[in-house]
C-alpha cells in the first residue's frame, strides 16, 4: 500500500513530522471502518423498519411497540409476529451468517469466485438438509447438523480434488459439486408425492417465507456462539489475506487459517439450514464491503451489508409485483449473477484470482 | 545423437497414449454399434417390469404393450444423447476448450428460460413454438456467455467460460422459478421435465424435433473439417485459405440447433456432452471427422444406458435421466480438472 504524504517532510524536523504523517496514516482507515459499520448499522435499521412497518399491510410504530409488549390488537398482532417480524429477523441473520461466511471464503482462499455459494458448499448444505427433511422426516436442530455435515463434506471434497492449486481449480471443482448437488436436491423433489412449492423455494433457491421461530431461535444461539469464535480466529486475517507463505513467515499458524475456514463452513451451513441457500449473498457481500471500505476486508461490515441484501431482496420479492410472492433466494439471484458477470467482464478475475 | 532426429516411426506412433495404443478403426466401429444395439434391447427389457426378449417381437405376447412404451423413451434417448454428445464435442471443438458442455456452459439453461417465457408470458404451447423458443434462447446465451467470457486480457479461457456459463444458468434459473411462480399449472408440468427426462414424452414430440436434428446433424459432420482447420488456430485457418467466422457460424449454428432441440424434447441434461467426447477422443484421436460420429454413438447409449439404469436403480421410484447423468458427468468432470492441472 501507497501512503501519500500529507507534506513533504523536510530536513529541519524530520522526526515529528513523519511520525504524525504515519500516525494519521494509520488512523484514516480505523476511522474510516467505524464509519462505515456505523452507516451499514444505521441503514440495516432503517431496512428492518421499514420491512416490519411498512408494505402491503402498515403498522404505526406505537402499534408495533404495543404488539411488542404483548397486547393484542386484532389483526396487526398475527401479521406482525408471524410473518412480518419472523422474516425480517430471519432475514437479518441470515443475511449476516452469509455475509461473513463468504467473506471468510474469499479472504483466506484469496478468490472473490471462491464463495460458498459459487463453489457448492452452500447447496451441499442444503441438499443434506433437504433429505432428511424430505425423505427421513427430521426437524429441528437435527437437520442443521445434517447441514452441516453436507457443507462439510462438498468443502473438503473441494479442498482434496483443488489440493494446493487453490484458485481455478477450486472454483471449477466446486462449480461441478454444486451441479452434483442440485441434482440430489431435485432427485429428493421427484420423490416426494407431493409437489411441495414451498419446500423446493426454499431449498434450491432460498427463502425466509414461513419460518417457525424456533428455526430462528436455533439460528440466533448458533450464531451467538459463531460470531465470537469467529472475530477470535480471524484477528490474524490482514496476514492470512497475504497467502499461507507469507502467513506462516508473520507467525500465523496455518491451524489457525483451518479454524477460520471451518467457522465459514459452520456459519454457512447453519444460514442455509433456516432460510436455505438463498443465492449468491455470500457472494456479493465481500466484494461490496471490501469496496465501501476502501479495498480492505472487514468481516463486520460483509456481514452487515449481507443483511443489508437479504432484507432488502425479501421486501423487492414480497412487494414489487402486486400478486406474486417472490422468495429472496429469486430476487438476489435473478440480480447477483448479472454482478458475477460484470465481474467476470471486467477481467476482475484474471490468472492470479482465478 | 541419432535420436533427436525423429524417425517416421516415432511421427506415427508419438510415445505415450499415442496412436499405437489405440483400438483399430473397424474394431472402434464394432464396439460402437454393438453398445448401440445392446443398449437399445435393454432399454426395452429392463425396467420396472423386467420383459423376456420374446416379448419385442412378438406381438401377442401379453408383455408387448410395455415393449412399445418403452420403445419410445428409448428413441427420444437415442435422439437426445446423438444431439447432446455431438453438440459436445463441437463446442469442445469450436471453443477448444476440454470443458465445453452445452449444460455447464448456460445453453440449456438459455433455451428453458426462452421456454418458460414463451409459456408464462405468451400463453405458447406445443413443440412447434418449443423449439424456435429454445432455439433462440440457446442461442442468446452461448453467445452472451462466449461474449463475456472473452472480454478481458486473457480472452475466453476454459475457467472464465465455466464460470460465466455457471453464472448465467444460475441467474436464468431465478428467472425461470420467478416466471414459473406466476403460473402454477406451467410449474406442475415443468417438474419432470426441469430436471431432464425421455420418459412419457410420446412419440409426436420425437418427430417434430427430428427434423432439427438431422439437419444439426449434418451442419455438424460437413463442418468436422472446418473445426481441424480451427483446431490449428485462427492464423493458420486463415492462411489455409478458411473463412472463419464463417466457418464458426456454421458450427455454432449445429450446436445452436442440436442442444436446443434436446432441451426442448427431453429438459436440461448436463455433462452428456463432455463425457463422451473425451472418452471418443481416447478411443478413435482427435480427428473431428471420427470424433464426431463417434459422439453422437456414445452419447446415444450413454443417455439410453442412464435411463434404463436409473429406471431399476432406486425402485420403486424411476432417477431421471438429468439426474443419472449428473452422477456419472461430476465425477469425470472432477477428475478432468485434477488431470488438465496448469494447462487451463
Known amino acids: ?354 | 545423437m541419432t535420436a533427436l532426429v525423429p524417425t517416421r516411426e516415432d511421427v506415427l506412433r508419438p510415445p505415450g497414449g499415442g496412436r499405437g495404443r489405440r483400438p483399430a478403426l473397424p474394431v472402434s466401429v464394432a464396439i460402437s454399434v454393438a453398445a448401440l444395439a445392446g443398449a437399445g434391447v435393454l432399454s426395452l427389457l429392463v425396467g420396472a417390469r423386467a420383459v423376456p426378449l420374446e416379448a419385442v417381437w412378438d406381438s401377442a405376447h401379453p408383455l408387448h404393450a410395455v415393449v412399445a412404451a418403452r420403445l419410445d423413451r428409448t428413441l427420444l434417448g437415442l435422439a437426445v444423447g446423438a444431439a447432446l454428445g455431438l453438440a459436445g464435442a463441437l463446442m469442445q471443438g469450436l471453443t477448444r476448450n476440454p470443458l465445453a458442455d452445452p449444460g455447464i456452459l448456460g445453453v440449456n439453461a438459455g433455451a428453458t428460460f426462452a421456454m418458460v417465457v414463451g409459456m408464462t408470458a405468451f400463453g405458447l404451447s406445443g413443440m412447434g413454438a418449443y423449439l424456435p423458443l429454445a432455439f433462440v434462447g440457446a442461442a442468446v446465451a452461448a453467445a452472451a456467455v462466449h461474449g463475456i467470457a472473452a472480454l478481458g486480457r486473457d480472452g475466453a479461457t476454459p475457467l472464465k467460460l465455466a464460470i460465466t456459463g455457471a453464472a448465467l444458468s444460475a441467474g436464468l434459473a431465478s428467472w425461470t422459478t420467478g416466471l414459473l411462480l406466476a403460473d402454477r399449472k406451467t410449474m406442475e408440468s415443468f417438474r419432470f421435465w426441469q430436471v431432464g427426462t425421455v420418459g412419457g414424452r410420446g412419440t409426436d414430440v420425437l418427430l417434430a424435433g427430428l427434423p432439427f436434428l438431422l439437419v444439426g446433424a449434418l451442419l455438424a459432420l460437413a463442418g468436422a473439417r472446418l473445426l481441424d482447420t480451427l483446431a490449428l488456430g485462427d492464423d493458420l485457418a486463415r492462411g489455409l485459405g478458411r473463412r472463419t467466422t464463417r466457418d464458426r457460424l456454421v458450427i455454432a449454428v449445429a450446436i445452436v440447433l442440436l442442444a436446443g432441440t434436446a432441451t426442448a424434447l427431453a429438459g436440461p441434461i448436463a455433462f452428456v456432452g463432455l463425457v463422451v467426447p473425451h472418452v471418443v477422443r481416447s478411443l478413435v484421436g482427435p480427428d473431428h471427422r471420427r470424433v464426431l460420429p463417434f459422439s453422437m454413438l456414445g452419447g446415444a447409449v450413454l443417455v439410453v444406458v442412464a435411463d434404463t439404469v436409473g429406471r431399476v436403480v432406486l425402485p420403486p421410484a424411476e432417477v431421471q435421466v438429468g439426474i443419472m447423468a449428473a452422477v456419472v458427468g461430476v465425477p469425470f468432470f472432477v477428475a478432468l480438472i485434477r488431470r488438465t492441472g496448469r494447462a487451463l
Open chain 1, 1 to 354: 500500500m501507497t501512503v501519500t504524504l500529507a507534506r513533504p517532510v523536510t530536513a529541519t524536523r524530520p522526526d515529528a513530522d513523519a511520525a504524525d504523517v504515519v500516525r494519521r496514516a494509520r488512523r484514516a482507515p480505523r476511522r474510516h471502518h467505524r464509519r462505515l459499520v456505523a452507516g451499514l448499522a444505521l441503514v440495516l435499521a432503517g431496512a428492518f423498519v421499514a420491512r416490519v412497518l411498512l408494505g402491503d399491510y402498515t403498522v404505526t410504530i406505537p402499534d408495533f411497540l404495543r404488539i411488542l409488549g404483548g397486547e393484542q390488537i386484532p389483526g396487526a398482532t398475527y401479521i406482525v409476529m408471524e410473518s412480518k417480524l419472523p422474516r425480517a429477523v430471519l432475514a437479518v441473520l441470515v443475511g449476516i451468517a452469509f455475509g461473513v461466511g463468504g467473506a471468510i471464503f474469499q479472504t483466506t482462499l484469496r478468490n472473490p469466485l471462491a464463495s460458498p455459494d459459487v463453489v457448492g458448499v452452500s447447496l451441499g448444505a442444503s441438499a443434506a438438509a433437504v433429505s432428511v427433511i424430505a425423505l427421513a422426516g427430521w426437524s429441528g436442530w437435527p437437520v442443521s447438523a445434517a447441514a452441516i455435515l453436507g457443507a462439510l463434506a462438498v468443502a473438503l471434497a473441494v479442498r482434496a480434488v483443488a489440493g494446493d492449486h487453490g484458485g481455478f481449480r477450486l472454483v471449477l471443482a466446486g462449480i461441478g459439486l454444486a451441479a452434483a448437488m442440485q441434482s440430489v436436491i431435485q432427485y429428493v423433489f421427484t420423490r416426494v408425492d407431493e409437489y411441495d412449492v414451498q419446500l423446493v423455494l426454499r431449498w434450491l433457491t432460498g427463502s425466509v417465507n414461513g419460518v417457525a421461530w424456533p428455526s430462528i431461535g436455533l439460528l440466533a444461539v448458533a450464531l451467538a456462539v459463531l460470531l465470537p469464535a469467529t472475530a477470535w480466529a480471524a484477528r490474524s486475517l490482514r496476514a492470512t489475506e497475504l497467502g499461507d507463505d507469507t502467513a506462516a513467515g508473520l507467525g500465523v499458524a496455518r491451524r489457525r487459517t483451518d479454524v477460520l475456514m471451518l467457522l465459514g463452513v459452520l456459519l454457512v451451513a447453519v444460514g442455509v439450514a433456516a432460510a436455505g441457500p438463498v443465492a449468491f449473498v455470500a457472494f456479493l457481500s465481500g466484494p461490496i464491503a471490501r469496496a465501501l471500505n476502501r479495498g480492505r476486508t472487514s468481516l463486520l461490515a460483509a456481514g452487515l451489508v449481507g443483511a443489508v441484501i437479504v432484507l432488502a431482496g425479501d421486501y423487492a420479492g414480497a412487494y414489487a409485483f402486486d400478486d406474486l410472492n417472490l422468495p429472496v433466494g429469486v430476487v438476489t439471484g435473478a440480480f447477483g449473477a448479472p454482478f458475477l458477470l460484470w465481474l467476470l467482464a471486467r477481467g476482475r478475475t484474471g490468472r492470479r484470482a482465478a
